[in-house]
Structure formats: C-alpha cells, structure tokens
C-alpha cells in the first residue's frame, strides 16, 4: 500500500475511533461493533477495511470522558460501583464478579452494570430472585470459554434504578478464561473484595 493511501487509512481509523468513542460517550452505546459502524456511516467510510480495534476506542473515551465529563464521570463511575457492590453482596452465594464499562471506569451516563455469576445450577440464581420478588428478563449471549463458543443465559433486572446484566457461568469456568468474541481479549473481572478495595481507593 502506498504511503499516502496508508497514512490516509490511518487518518480515517483515528477518526472513526473518535467518533465512536464520543458516541458511547454521549449517547449511552456500550456495543463497540455497533458505535464502529455507525461511526464509519457517519464519516462516509462504511467501505473502509481499517476499523479501529476495540482498545484503540477506549482509549479515545478514557480522554473523552476526562476532558469533557469529568468530574461527572467519576461521581458516576463510583456510584454504579457502589450499586454493584450491594448486588454482589446481595448474590454472594454465586460467586458474583464485576466485569465491563463499570469495572474498567469508561462507563458512561446510560451505562448497565455486568455481572458474572459462577454456579451449577442457573436456575438457583431464578429462584433466589423471584423469592425476593425481584423481577427479570432472560435472554442469551455467545461468549467464549477458551476457545469454545457456547450460549451464556443473561438475567437482565433492576437495581436501586440501575440496569444490571447477571451472566450465567459454571463453576468450572470461573477458573477458565472468558471473551465475549474468540480473538478478543479476556474479559477482565472483580470479585467482592477487589471492588470494595476500588470503591475505598477511589479508583477510576
């Protein structure tokens, strides 16, 4: 490829990035392949074969989110960590970890909080909310264990006004390594003492 088309590609990449970025940012989308597409078709590039990484995105929302929300930002990160941390106290007997956009602190104004529960029985984790008169939907996700594709049932509920998403593994997985896509990068959790330490740290 020649310089010029190279260094034009690149050009177009940063700006997809920052677009999409700005768009999780603003409009509450957590989906990067989603925000990627719609910022390539809002730039005119829906063609282009140099969509940014999803760690190139992140990037560009950590400096959207500091330079443009910041103090709100950190007020709603260490809000939503709050939220998740009663809800995994609340669900401890299922081994509950923190993961996704509140963990990492890009989490944004419309934000879900993602949890991983670990047990072998999925329907205990039915029973124990609808004993406690906590309503949900349930849907499924791919995700990866190792290198293994199969369906993760996800309970979508309410909690203290927060959407939180509970997904379901076995316990065996818990030791495994999890990726929502098979080239990805793991997915990065928290357990209960992992998030109480953030919360006191203040971390972001």
């Known amino acids: 490829m020649p310089k010029e088309s190279k260094f034009k ?13 700005r768009m999780m940012a603003e409009d509450g989308l957590e989906d990067f392949a989603l925000a990627k597409r719609k910022a390539a078709r809002q730039l005119g ?47 401890e007997q299922f081994r509950p970890y923190l993961a996704g956009a509140v963990l990492k602190g890009t989490a944004g104004r419309y934000s879900d909080i993602d949890l991983q529960l670990f047990t072998d029985d999925g329907k205990a984790v039915e029973f124990f909310l609808l004993s406690r008169n906590i309503a949900y939907d349930i849907s499924d996700q791919r995700h990866f264990a190792g290198d293994q594709a199969r369906a993760v049932s ?25 990726k929502t896509t098979l080239a990805g990068r793991p997915i990065e959790r928290a357990g209960i003492q992992a998030v109480t330490q953030l919360l006191s740290h203040g971390g972001n």
Do not use: C, F
């Open 154 to 178: 996800v309970l979508k509920l309410d909690w203290q006004g927060v959407p939180v998403n509970l997904a379901i593994y076995t316990l065996k997985e818990e030791r495994g390594t999890l």
């Open 45 to 91: 590039a829906e063609d282009t074969q140099a969509l940014p990484k999803n760690e190139e995105i992140e990037v560009e929302l950590r400096a959207y989110q500091s330079l443009y929300q910041g103090e709100e930002q950190r007020e709603r990160i260490h809000y939503l960590r709050e939220r998740a941390l009663e809800a995994m106290r609340l669900l």
């Open 9 to 21: 590609q690149q050009q177009m990449r940063t700006r997809i990035a920052a677009a999409a970025a």
